[in-house]
């Protein structure tokens, strides 16, 4: 099993629509998750960090950490089309705790 | 505050050749570390500096080199450049555990 794993996509959601954007992780990752969103050519932008079981809210973005399960999961409320984009999920772990990325999930809004 | 600054934004070189890339972290931050993001293996860690020591290093040949200044500004260096060291290359500054990017070094080698 990979580390950190998320579906390349792409995930196709209607504008106004919540987007689910999920991802699983092994025991070798920490419980320190990290969403990233990043455009085409462009670099990651952290948009979500989440450190304990439950839900963190900011704006229109949920993040959602099942330890028991080990998912990750980002809900976007009433997406838009700017919010197209990979979404990245990151966490902690390996032998030398270095922060592990998975592949990535397009997102694609359709207005 | 500023943010994450590399330099250059571009380059082209030559298969042989070697390159040098500069990071200056945001105001603050002690650590710095280098990714490679390419379509086939997605972002890859390279390093990780931290106080001018190299804390973390990823699974990338000894001709991928970096350090890292009393001011956290780093540099990495690619030495005999192949190929399929085209890529885009990241730097991140951090304080505790987020990490923030850089615009990237987008490297294409002829």
């Known amino acids: 099993q990979k580390e950190v794993e998320q579906n390349s996509g792409p995930l196709s959601v209607p504008e106004g629509a919540i987007a689910s954007l999920n991802c699983t992780y092994s025991d070798r990752v920490s419980q320190s998750f990290f969403w990233y969103r990043q455009y085409s050519g462009k670099s990651p932008e952290l948009i979500m960090s989440?450190?304990?079981?439950g839900d963190k809210e900011d704006g229109r973005f949920t993040a959602q950490l099942n330890k028991a399960s080990q998912y990750v999961s980002l809900l976007i409320r009433d997406s838009q089309p700017s919010d197209s984009a990979t979404y990245l999920c990151a966490g902690y772990g390996g032998a030398t705790n270095k922060l592990i990325f998975g592949t990535g999930t397009l997102l694609a809004v359709q207005p | 505050k500023a943010g994450v600054t590399q330099t250059p934004r571009y380059l082209i070189k030559t298969r042989g050749q070697q390159v040098t890339l500069s990071c200056s972290p945001i105001s603050g931050h002690r650590s710095v570390s280098w990714y490679q993001q390419t379509p086939g293996q997605g972002l890859q860690f390279l390093f990780e500096?931290?106080?001018?020591?190299?804390?973390n290093k990823g699974n990338f040949p000894g001709r991928f080199s970096g350090r890292q200044f009393s001011n956290s500004r780093s540099e990495m260096n690619v030495s005999t450049l192949e190929l399929g060291d085209s890529a885009l290359y990241l730097c991140?500054?951090?304080?505790?555990?987020?990490?923030?990017f850089g615009p990237g070094t987008r490297l294409t080698v002829t």
């Open positions: 991140a500054s951090s304080t505790h555990n987020e990490q923030y």
């Open positions: 500096y931290f106080s001018e020591t190299q804390r």
């Open positions: 989440i450190y304990s079981n």
